[in-house]
């Protein structure tokens, strides 16, 4: 069976080796380009980003990453975002109390963490939704997070005739979300590539779910 083609879109800014290499190890071919042919072609796309959300709307747009992402998205094509290419599939972020606009994929803002200790560093459970395919067989496991912003909520969506979203939560001064499935767009707060084995084992579903059900 061909392994999976992953591209991991490179637009200056993430931790994009490590995630190449954490790719390669469960078993994709990754290439990691901003070749628009290249992401739009790809069996799955990987949207990693570290930083400030403006920092990264910017990056993304410089390369038409925001016209990608949506196009894969509208032909049901697999998009995984990290960290901060999480936080951009949301509505807004504020930051400074600067509000920026992003990708718009789903409803809510990105605020600062409410908590003694910010940023949030280190290893934490997370609480997946009962049937997560992302999750499948890590389900009580922690995941490495490094971040001072989050969204600390996640609206329903207006339209109705879509199945919602599979929204995972975890804890640090009050909940936040720690990861979303929607269709083919998934996205993590935590860095799986960052997170040992049982990141490890999440990358691996997702990228057997690029192989079809």
Same mark, same amino acid.
Request: proline share 8%; with cysteine; hydrophobic share 40%.
């Given at each position: 069976?061909?392994?999976?083609?992953?591209?991991?879109?490179?637009?200056?800014?993430?931790?994009?080796?490590?995630?190449?290499?954490?790719?390669?190890?469960?078993?994709?071919?990754?290439?990691?380009?901003?070749?628009?042919?290249? %992401?739009?072609?790809?069996? *799955?796309?990987?949207?990693? !980003?570290? &930083?400030?959300?403006?920092?990264?709307? @910017?990056? $993304?747009? #410089?390369?038409?990453?925001?016209?990608?992402?949506?196009?894969?998205?509208?032909?049901?094509?697999?998009?995984?975002?990290?960290?901060?290419?999480?936080?951009?599939?949301?509505? %807004?972020?504020?930051?400074? *109390?600067?509000?920026?606009? !992003?990708? &718009?994929?789903?409803?809510?803002?990105? @605020?600062? $963490?409410? #908590?003694?200790?910010?940023?949030?560093?280190?290893?934490?459970?997370?609480?997946?939704?009962?049937?997560?395919?992302?999750?499948?067989?890590?389900?009580?496991?922690?995941?490495?997070?490094?971040?001072?912003?989050?969204?600390?909520?996640?609206?329903?969506?207006?339209?109705?005739?879509?199945?919602?979203?599979?929204?995972?939560?975890?804890?640090?001064?009050?909940?936040?979300?720690?990861?979303?499935?929607?269709?083919?767009?998934?996205?993590?707060?935590?860095?799986?590539?960052?997170?040992?084995?049982?990141?490890?084992?999440?990358?691996?579903?997702?990228?057997?779910?690029?192989?079809?059900?």
């Amino acid at each position: 069976m061909t392994s999976p083609r992953v591209v991991v879109l490179d637009y200056g800014f993430g931790n994009v080796r490590s995630a190449v290499r954490a790719l390669e190890r469960v078993g994709a071919q990754v290439e990691l380009t901003a070749d628009p042919k290249a %992401a739009a072609e790809a069996d *799955g796309l990987v949207v990693p !980003g570290v &930083g400030a959300f403006a920092a990264v709307m @910017d990056g $993304l747009r #410089a390369v038409r990453g925001d016209q990608i992402i949506d196009r894969r998205l509208a032909g049901g094509r697999p998009v995984l975002g990290i960290c901060v290419g999480m936080q951009v599939m949301f509505e %807004a972020g504020d930051e400074h *109390g600067v509000r920026t606009e !992003g990708l &718009g994929e789903w409803s809510g803002l990105v @605020d600062r $963490l409410e #908590a003694p200790v910010v940023p949030h560093m280190g290893w934490s459970t997370v609480t997946p939704p009962e049937g997560s395919r992302l999750f499948a067989g890590v389900e009580g496991e922690r995941f490495y997070f490094v971040h001072s912003y989050a969204a600390r909520a996640f609206p329903p969506l207006g339209d109705q005739r879509f199945t919602p979203p599979q929204v995972t939560w975890s804890e640090h001064g009050g909940p936040f979300v720690a990861a979303v499935e929607n269709g083919p767009l998934a996205a993590t707060q935590f860095h799986p590539e960052k997170s040992g084995d049982a990141g490890a084992h999440l990358l691996t579903n997702w990228v057997s779910s690029l192989r079809g059900p």
